[in-house]
């Protein structure tokens, strides 16, 4: 295990609805990244967070938000949720300036299902 | 668009052999590089990173880079079928911010 966790870890929401997602980072880690997983597909980067702003983007609509707290913790949300973002949303924490500082390790993941 | 491409396979290889993985990368400015494994249903898993051209050995797992032919390879000896899963190639892209996954291979390793 990694020691970063995830919260919840199943979800069903319908169409339009709204959802928050919560990651722990690993202790001693404070930069988080939060992926995307459709089913027969690699990850694909939303985005990360360090010192409380975000820290790069991937390829994703506003509707995709995040915030990262003090204590490293991080929450992505989405809006207006549609059908196609039903996938395994994966957190990943790193320690940036550590001596490995782009190593990512992934927590458990939330699968959310779309309605 | 940075892109990571791997063959999907199956890569199918009995109990004991050499299973070879194979990933080619587009953007010259990423220097680091990731093998996870993912079993269904699960979350990636680090095996190796390897940032130096060469080969770098862990156990059962070397990892070879080529950055001039932007090539990423893994090897598993002793393949057990406990190997079975999807491996996933990751390089970190030029801003150090994020893993660019490719799709992944899916290695089963029969008995």
């Known amino acids: 295990e990694t020691g970063v966790t995830q919260s919840p870890t199943h979800l069903i929401k319908t169409r339009g609805q709204q959802v928050t997602l919560r990651c722990s980072s690993q202790s001693g880690h404070n930069t988080v990244s939060w992926y995307q997983q459709a089913l027969g597909q690699g990850p694909q980067f939303i985005f990360q967070y360090y010192r409380e702003e975000e820290n790069g983007r991937g390829n994703f609509p506003p509707r995709f938000s995040g915030l990262q707290f003090p204590n490293y913790s991080s929450e992505l949300n989405v809006n207006a949720l549609e059908l196609d973002d039903s996938a395994l949303y994966l957190c990943a924490s790193t320690n940036r300036g550590g001596k490995s500082t782009d190593t990512q390790y992934f927590g458990p993941g939330t699968r959310l299902t779309v309605l | ?111």
Do not use: H
Not at chain 2, 23 to 51: A, H, N, V
């Open chain 2, 1 to 111: 668009q940075k892109e990571v491409e791997q063959n999907s396979g199956p890569l199918s290889v009995p109990e004991g052999a050499i299973a070879s993985l194979n990933c080619t990368y587009s953007d010259r400015g990423s220097q680091s590089f990731f093998w996870y494994r993912q079993y269904s249903g699960k979350s990636p898993e680090l095996i190796m990173s390897i940032y130096s051209n060469g080969d770098k050995e862990d156990g059962r797992f070397t990892a070879q880079l080529n950055k001039a032919s932007q090539y990423v390879s893994l090897l598993i000896r002793d393949s057990q079928p406990s190997d079975s899963a999807t491996y996933l190639c990751a390089a970190v892209n030029q801003a150090g911010t994020a893993l660019i996954f490719g799709k992944g291979t899916t290695l089963s390793v029969s008995s």
